[in-house]
């Protein structure tokens, strides 16, 4: 099974901000199988990112993903309020398919 | 656009059953690998199970061996979870979710495991 972990757990930080959050597979994976979703209460995760650096539809171009083999990075370059809540990574190249544990973007 | 609605969360005692149905627009159904995640309560997301386009090939988190089963009606365009021995670790958000490049993804449905 390949673990993604991600830190840090929690990152306090204020609008206008750069955030830089970390996601580490266990072993290799495919860069077309890696996703960022945001998650807010109450609601469905929402796509970010997939295939390591590519922007899903209506997202805005200050997230950006990055990364390959087994470090990822999603960026967001400068904070809005509608950013602070739970990120997720996801590999979907082998099964198991895993999400890391999410790092909580909260404001400072 | 995708659409993905799932149904049939409910409260359950332990040891119960339930089944949970997902049902698909916006797209050709019967071309997908669809897939099961959920998400206990103030936890994070746990992938369930796929099942492939045809119906063919199935696959199973540990979690869910021997005790959850994943089929599809591709002439109703609707995804099933059939879900036995209930216990309380199994309480979450089940949602559903479209294979591809990326994920589409459901609103989910609440399963409660209780007495």
């Known amino acids: 099974e390949v673990v993604l972990t991600q830190s840090p757990g929690t990152l306090s930080l204020s609008p206008g901000d750069r955030a830089t959050l970390s996601c580490r597979a266990s072993?290799?994976?495919?860069?077309?199988?890696l996703a960022w979703y945001q998650q807010k209460p109450g609601q469905a995760p929402r796509l970010l990112i997939y295939a390591a650096s590519s922007r899903a539809t209506g997202i805005p171009d200050r997230f950006s993903g990055s990364g390959s083999g087994t470090d990822f990075t999603l960026t967001i370059s400068r904070l809005e309020p509608e950013d602070f809540a739970v990120y997720y990574c996801?590999?979907?190249?082998?099964?198991?398919?895993?999400f890391g544990q999410g790092t909580k973007l909260e404001l400072k | 656009e995708v659409q993905l609605v799932e149904s049939g969360g409910v409260v359950v005692q332990p040891g119960g059953s339930l089944r949970l149905s997902c049902g698909a627009s916006?797209?050709?159904?019967?071309?997908?690998?669809m897939h099961w995640v959920r998400q206990a309560p103030g936890k994070g997301l746990e992938w369930v199970s796929l099942i492939t386009w045809d119906g063919v090939n199935t696959d199973y988190a540990d979690s869910a061996k021997g005790r959850f089963t994943i089929s599809r009606d591709n002439s109703k365009n609707s995804l099933y979870l059939q879900m036995n021995s209930l216990r309380t670790e199994d309480t979450a958000l089940y949602y559903c979710?479209?294979?591809?490049?990326?994920?589409?993804w459901g609103q989910g449905t609440l399963v409660t495991v209780s007495s």
């Open positions: 916006g797209f050709t159904f019967g071309d997908y690998t």
């Open positions: 979710a479209k294979d591809g490049l990326y994920w589409d």
């Open positions: 996801q590999q979907y190249g082998y099964s198991p398919y895993t």
């Open positions: 072993q290799s994976v495919s860069n077309t199988y």
